[in-house]
């Protein structure tokens, strides 16, 4: 049984080691990670997957950005332990984290990443939201926690000041 809680500033390493196994070299380079330089995950979003004997599983972070001056979460990396995978815990990872954010008030969550895997999650494609480059315009993806969080939000994503 794993179990998922906020991570803490203890994990800060741990989690990054995760994303180093999980993540090609050279990760940090995208322009997502430009996004978030100097910046702290959001608490209580971010997440890990311990097992009883706190072996981490798995992880999901949070970054605040500003889409066309509008607040709005970018999400990722999420990752999972290659001896988890196949088990859910990803799909856990992002539906606890949805939630947890919707709860908390934020209306919008973006990302760059796989439209089948996160169309499940009610992602899709936004249209005229425009990340740092290179970035694939396909892979630009978003869902509203509130009804109509995306609807005329358009413009670049910026470092949330």
């Not at 991570?7 to 996004?35: M, N, Q």
């Not at 607040?71 to 992002?94: D, F, M, N, Y």
């Amino acid at each position: 049984m794993l179990e998922l809680r906020p991570e803490e500033k203890d994990d800060w390493w741990e989690v990054e080691a995760l994303y180093d196994l999980c993540f090609a070299p050279g990760r940090e380079a995208l322009s997502s990670y430009r996004l978030r330089d100097g910046i702290d995950p959001v608490k209580g979003l971010s997440l890990v997957a311990r097992d009883t004997d706190q072996i981490l599983g798995g992880a999901i972070r949070f970054w605040p950005v500003r889409v066309g001056g509008e607040k709005a979460l970018l999400l990722g990396p999420v990752a999972v332990h290659p001896t988890r995978q196949g088990e859910g815990l990803g799909g856990s990872l992002i539906r606890e984290s949805l939630y947890r954010a919707e709860t908390s008030g934020w209306e919008r969550v973006m990302l760059v990443g796989d439209a089948p895997y996160y169309g499940r999650f009610g992602f899709t494609r936004l249209e005229g939201v425009e990340m740092p480059p290179p970035t694939n315009p396909d892979r630009v993806l978003g869902v509203d926690l509130m009804p109509g969080a995306w609807a005329g939000i358009s413009g670049k994503v910026t470092r949330y000041a």
